[in-house]
């Protein structure tokens, strides 16, 4: 940790900082060989120098901290005046993309090593281009980007505020790769403002309190009412709105970089998606809202979106007044995933591996993400199964150990126990009660996977405390056996019908309950634990085994528990990924089989996470034929459609989810185990 106070931060003197963008400048001249700009900032910043993108961040982390972003210019400057320019945005609300708290920012420029500006030589603009009140674009994530682009920014005055304690970042720079867009189709545009658009998200857009947002009512403009009163022809409307498709060989995260010429002032109205329906992008195929505008007078502009977002079709919506002269995207990627080199295979294997990497790289820039547009939010679980992605194609585990810290930092200050781990961070949750159980249960394992994958026996050895409330938790809800019994939060498994069977002991869960007991004791040389682990073990094994397949849950019937009938492929498949049954059991030929023999309804497993659990297990049986097969059979329709690995088996969620990166892993080293097979034959 470095120490407190090294950079002087401010923040510009305004009473409210919700959906507020400052833009801080300066002018250089030096002759200096190398020049390196340090910052800090809570939220979102975009360096430019010259008018050139230079980096995206920060890198997150927990509340009360903030990583130093240390970034190389050199390249960047001219001779005579250069200027330095930061865009820092400030979100100011509840959300699973960022830590709630008082936005900061601060710098300092180093020519060969020499502090030649700090942040007293910045001036603090605000970018009144950017519309203040308008929509959130998910439950997830922050505003979105509308623009009335005049480009008056007003200088405003700085105050001091509080300089957080200081982190290094382990991550990798992005190397900002430019991807340019073909164009693919185009068409006609019509408004028909009695076209609607209601469900769960747009109840909560109307209000605005539950997401801490502006209420539609409130709003200078409402973004999603736009998009909706357009219905979308294949054939040119005179005088009217059009619409141009560009796309991309794979879905890409990045920064949007837009070129057009205005003849009259006008607005743009930008979509973005992984799929393409009908012949045009749907801004709500997810259920949020995928879209940016801006308003232009005449003039060349070069648009940035500030944010990141993930997307192969990008779709304008414009009027005969403008010329679209180039779409591209800025990737903001890991580097280091990107340098893998996929060994000789089979090309359907080879799609699958390229889509693995692809999602691995896009949902592991600063920390691990579920997906890049929807949330970019840092969950557990998901972390568990990337962790193991990260090592495979990088060799080394730099982003998930920036992942662990951050949790490892967190206070314990949302939730009434320290023991409730949040199921994603940095974050602020909406309720007290928004933690998922199980979820705490993978962090402990994945603790464990880290210890095992890289030696760095210091760092588990800081979470003793926090191993030690977890144990505390738990021990709240154990019944007369020691099992889990009527969890609260969020008592959720994967999405599947096994989510359906949580009341009462779970039988999932209590199996991850063993298994977190196991580790901490190992970790901790608690021979008490692992024996507690042992134990419970046999008595879920009682419990829940009918001879042929587990049951997913017992409850209280006259006060005494009761297995029920309910049977998950999720929860058969967690008793063969660690073991529960002896070795030689039958129960793993069914498994083997997918229960085709068993006469009860085996309810299937989703995507995420028990068919990529399933793999793991195939593997660590040495199937490897299988598990070739059953990726072949998953995976390679979304790899060809996207270049990435989804979220679920359907196109209805995200079609870029950083978990499924596993796959390629295990894919990989079954493959390799094979043609070692065959050449021994």
């Known amino acids: 940790m470095v120490k407190i106070g090294e950079f002087n931060t401010v923040w510009g003197a305004l009473k409210d900082s919700k959906n507020v963008e400052l833009i801080f400048n300066c002018e250089i001249k030096t002759k200096k060989e190398k020049i390196v700009v340090e910052?800090?900032?809570?939220?979102?910043?975009?360096?430019f120098v010259n008018g050139e993108f230079v980096s995206y961040g920060p890198a997150r982390t927990a509340k009360g901290y903030a990583r130093i972003e240390r970034l190389d210019i050199s390249s960047y400057i001219t001779d005579g005046k250069n200027v330095i320019s930061v865009h820092v945005l400030s979100n100011d609300a509840r959300s699973l993309h960022l830590a709630k708290g008082a936005p900061f920012f601060g710098t300092r420029i180093l020519a060969d090593g020499e502090m030649i500006k700090d942040t007293d030589d910045f001036h603090c603009y605000l970018n009144?281009?950017?519309?203040?009140?308008?929509?959130?674009?998910?439950?997830?994530?922050?505003?979105?980007?509308?623009?009335?682009?005049?480009?008056?920014?007003?200088?405003?005055?700085?105050?001091?505020?509080?300089?957080?304690?200081?982190?290094e970042r382990r991550t990798s720079y992005s190397k900002n790769s430019v991807k340019k867009a073909s164009y693919v189709l185009s068409g006609g545009v019509e408004k028909d403002e009695n076209n609607t658009w209601v469900d769960d998200f747009t109840k909560l857009l109307d209000t605005g309190e539950w997401l801490e947002a502006y209420p539609r009512k409130e709003c200078d403009l409402v973004l999603s009412e736009e998009f909706v009163s357009f219905n979308y022809k294949k054939e040119v409307v005179p005088?009217?709105?059009?619409?141009?498709?560009?796309?991309?060989?794979?879905?890409i995260t990045g920064k949007f970089v837009i070129k057009v010429k205005v003849m009259e002032k006008?607005?743009?109205?930008?979509?973005?998606?992984?799929?393409?329906?009908?012949?045009?992008?749907?801004?709500?195929?997810?259920?949020?809202?995928?879209?940016l505008k801006w308003t232009l007078e005449t003039g060349e502009y070069t648009l940035y979106s500030q944010e990141v977002y993930a997307a192969k079709y990008i779709q304008l919506i414009t009027d005969k007044c403008v010329r679209i002269q180039d779409v591209s995207i800025i990737c903001v990627e890991n580097p280091d995933v990107m340098e893998f080199k996929i060994p000789p295979m089979e090309e359907a294997l080879r799609t699958i591996v390229k889509a693995a990497q692809n999602s691995l790289a896009q949902n592991a820039y600063d920390l691990f993400t579920d997906c890049p547009t929807r949330e970019r939010s840092g969950w557990l679980c998901d972390s568990y199964f990337m962790g193991k992605a990260e090592y495979f194609f990088t060799g080394q585990n730099k982003v998930e150990k920036d992942f662990l810290e951050n949790y490892l930092l967190?206070?314990?200050?949302?939730?009434?126990?320290?023991?409730?781990?949040?199921?994603?961070?940095?974050?602020?949750?909406?309720?007290?009660?928004?933690?998922?159980?199980?979820?705490?249960?993978?962090?402990v394992l994945e603790l464990e996977d880290y210890k095992k994958r890289t030696g760095d026996n210091e760092f588990v050895e800081r979470h003793r405390q926090r191993f030690a409330d977890i144990l505390d938790f738990f021990q709240g809800y154990e019944n007369e056996y020691g099992l889990l019994e009527n969890l609260e939060g969020w008592v959720f498994v994967e999405w599947s019908k096994a989510t359906d069977f949580v009341d009462g002991v779970n039988i999932p869960t209590n199996i991850l309950y063993t298994e977190a007991l196991r580790a901490i004791g190992e970790m901790l040389e608690r021979d008490e634990l692992i024996e507690k682990s042992a134990n419970l073990r046999q008595i879920i094994r009682d419990m829940a085994f009918d001879g042929e397949v587990y049951r997913d849950n017992a409850i209280r019937v006259d006060g005494k528990l009761q297995i029920t009938p309910n049977v998950s492929e999720f929860n058969q498949t967690i008793v063969a990924y660690f073991r529960l049954e002896p070795e030689g059991s039958k129960f793993y030929g069914r498994f083997k089989e997918r229960f085709k023999t068993v006469k009860k309804k085996v309810h299937p497993a989703a995507l995420f996470i028990g068919s990529v659990l399933r793999l793991m297990t195939l593997y660590d049986m040495g199937e490897y034929?299988?598990?070739?097969?059953?990726?072949?059979?998953?995976?390679?329709?979304m790899a060809e459609l996207t270049g990435t690995l989804w979220e679920m088996f359907g196109g209805n969620a995200s079609c870029n989810h950083g978990f499924g990166a596993v796959v390629g892993k295990v894919l990989c080293e079954a493959a390799s185990k094979l043609q070692k097979e065959r050449r021994n034959v």
């Open 410 to 443: 967190y206070d314990g200050e949302l939730f009434e126990h320290k023991g409730i781990i949040p199921m994603c961070y940095p974050a602020q949750p909406p309720t007290k009660e928004e933690y998922i159980p199980a979820w705490i249960l993978w962090y």
């Open 39 to 47: 910052l800090v900032t809570r939220d979102i910043y975009n360096l």
């Open 266 to 291: 006008t607005s743009i109205w930008v979509t973005f998606d992984d799929l393409l329906k009908d012949g045009y992008v749907r801004f709500n195929r997810e259920r949020i809202i995928h879209g």
């Open 239 to 251: 005088d009217g709105l059009r619409y141009e498709v560009y796309g991309f060989p794979h879905v």
């Open 625 to 637: 034929k299988l598990v070739l097969e059953e990726c072949k059979e998953h995976f390679l329709e």
């Open 128 to 167: 009144t281009d950017r519309m203040k009140k308008v929509e959130r674009m998910s439950c997830q994530r922050g505003f979105l980007e509308v623009y009335d682009v005049r480009g008056n920014y007003p200088e405003i005055g700085k105050v001091s505020v509080s300089c957080p304690q200081l982190l």
